[in-house]
């Protein structure tokens, strides 16, 4: 007799155990696909341009590179949430800040005045150059702005620096990226 309960202690031990590795693998399962979707991104689209900058390529075409603003306004949005979870540190973002502050747009009948938007196409030319394209892209730049709040959020020891230039894209969207007459943004600059 005394066989029969110990089969039945096991069975329900096992059954536990079966029970209780489900429900941690259904848990734990979203947060890791999650991951997963992050690193492989950050695989496929960051490319390190130097040693302080990093952009996303949205080019599927890794020998020609495309960085576009609204790439690295997504950039900089995926990374700060990233690093909400723990997954990315500031020096990512930062990096790709940097990138965003390399290749600001210009304005002006010569393009001599330095916005902080940014321009929103910089690619390789016929004679190999990594050459910035004029004006700005607002949704870009909305998106940087964006990055930015968030990124005052997550490391607040360097929300002054954030929130100032968050202050200042902001400034130059309302000065160069939306019509005073029809009241809506611009698609750029």
Same mark, same amino acid.
């Given at each position: 007799?005394?066989r029969?309960?110990?089969i039945?202690?096991?069975?329900?031990?096992?059954?536990?155990?079966?029970?209780?590795? #489900? =429900?941690f693998?259904?848990?734990?399962?979203?947060? @890791?696909? &999650?991951?997963?979707?992050?690193?492989? /991104?950050?695989?496929t !689209?960051?490319?390190?341009?130097?040693?302080?900058?990093?952009?996303?390529?949205?080019?599927n075409?890794?020998?020609?590179p495309?960085?576009?603003?609204?790439?690295?306004?997504?950039?900089?949005?995926?990374?700060?949430?990233?690093?909400?979870?723990?997954?990315?540190?500031?020096?990512?973002?930062d990096?790709?800040?940097?990138?965003y #502050? =390399?290749?600001?747009?210009?304005?002006?009948?010569? @393009?001599? &005045?330095?916005?902080?938007?940014?321009? /929103?196409?910089?690619? !390789?030319?016929?004679?190999?150059?990594?050459?910035?394209?004029?004006?700005?892209?607002?949704?870009?730049?909305?998106?940087?702005?964006?990055?930015?709040?968030?990124?005052?959020?997550?490391?607040?020891?360097k929300?002054?620096?954030?929130?100032?230039?968050?202050?200042?894209?902001?400034?130059?969207?309302?000065?160069?990226?939306?019509?005073?007459?029809?009241?809506?943004?611009?698609?750029?600059?």
């Open positions: 007799m005394k029969p309960v110990y039945w202690l096991l069975t329900l031990v096992v059954a536990v155990i079966y029970i209780a590795t #489900l =429900a693998v259904r848990i734990k399962n979203p947060e @890791h696909i &999650q991951y997963e979707a992050y690193r492989r /991104w950050q695989e !689209y960051l490319v390190r341009k130097n040693n302080k900058q990093t952009y996303v390529n949205t080019s075409d890794q020998k020609h495309v960085a576009l603003s609204e790439g690295q306004g997504y950039g900089l949005q995926v990374v700060s949430r990233a690093a909400e979870k723990g997954w990315a540190s500031e020096n990512d973002f990096k790709l800040l940097n990138y #502050l =390399a290749h600001r747009d210009y304005v002006g009948k010569h @393009h001599d &005045q330095l916005t902080y938007l940014m321009s /929103w196409r910089q690619s !390789y030319n016929k004679e190999g150059q990594w050459v910035d394209d004029h004006n700005s892209a607002t949704d870009g730049d909305l998106y940087i702005a964006a990055a930015l709040h968030r990124a005052a959020k997550v490391w607040p020891q929300a002054p620096y954030y929130h100032k230039l968050e202050q200042q894209i902001a400034t130059d969207i309302m000065k160069y990226e939306y019509n005073p007459t029809t009241h809506m943004l611009t698609v750029g600059d």
